[in-house]
């Protein structure tokens, strides 16, 4: 994961658990319940405004069913961010979609009117389909874009994206689809002169591939789909490497990133 995106991880990480000393070691069912449960609580139960001057410095909350930040004193007035909307939405999708486990009660309904307007939104701001970061100023960024189309496919799921917007998402993964590499894999932002952003990384094409998997788990028919899938797998495969009974994967950014996978 990208600097920038461990950064938003933290700031929503911060944001849904305050107070909340996180037990990786969740020991019963209660508690796997209270994990989803409590984060969709607090997503939804953000503050609202009714415009972003009323959101001051460090601040944030929803206007308009949209996520809006004050990042700093430049901007001079919250805006909406897409790291935000991405993460906010993943969680209430997740929770969302385990639904029939957990009791969510009068949230469901709540949980489900912010994924909409968020995912709505996300999908408005596309840039050719696909969407831009701090990193990759004028190009699409692969990572954020396929977290953004993992929320976009629970909203789906849910029957949540808007009247006339599915083709639009479709081309969306079309798009994320047509940055896989020769090889099979992703680079972070395949239109970079940096070697480090363009080559395939297994990182980046674990998400996108997690990504595509969620797609089609809802039932959406993207051509191309189940070969990009394919030729994932083959690209982690064929980049694996193995040590003391563990599978791993050499990145580019940073020494390596461990996946189990006996």
């Given amino acids: 994961m990208k600097a920038r995106e461990i950064s ?42 009714g415009s972003p001057s009323e959101i001051y410095g460090g601040g944030y909350g929803y206007v308009g069913g949209v996520l809006y930040v004050f990042k ?7 805006i909406p961010d897409i790291g ?28 489900k009117n912010r994924l909409a307007s968020m995912t709505s939104w996300l999908l408005d701001n596309s840039v050719g389909g696909l969407w831009r970061s701090e990193t990759s100023g004028s190009l699409p960024d692969v990572y954020l874009s396929a977290l953004v189309i993992k929320a976009i496919a629970y909203a789906y799921d849910q029957g949540l994206l808007p009247k006339g917007k599915e083709g639009d998402f479709v081309r969306s993964i079309s798009a994320l ?14 239109g970079s002169n940096i070697a480090e952003q363009k080559e395939p990384d ?39 490497k193995k040590s003391g009974g563990k599978t791993y994967w050499s990145i580019t950014r940073r020494d390596t990133f461990q996946i189990t996978a006996e």
């Fill in 84 to 111: 935000m909307n991405t993460y906010a939405s993943l969680i209430l999708g997740e929770g969302l979609k385990v639904k029939e486990f957990i009791d969510l009660g009068n949230l469901e309904g709540a949980a």
């Fill in 177 to 190: 689809i047509s940055l896989q590499s020769q090889g099979g894999g992703w680079g972070a932002v395949p």
């Fill in 8 to 49: 938003t991880l933290i700031l929503m990480l911060i944001l849904i658990f305050p107070n909340v000393a996180v037990n990786a070691q969740l020991s019963d069912s209660s508690n796997i319940v209270r994990a989803i449960s409590e984060p969709v609580k607090r997503v939804v139960n953000f503050p609202s405004y």
């Fill in 202 to 240: 297994p990182e980046v094409t674990a998400q996108v591939l997690s990504t595509l998997v969620t797609v089609k788990s809802v039932g959406l028919s993207v051509p191309g789909l189940d070969t990009a899938i394919n030729r994932a797998i083959s690209f982690l495969e064929g980049t694996a």
């Fill in 72 to 78: 700093s004193s430049f901007t001079f007035v919250a």
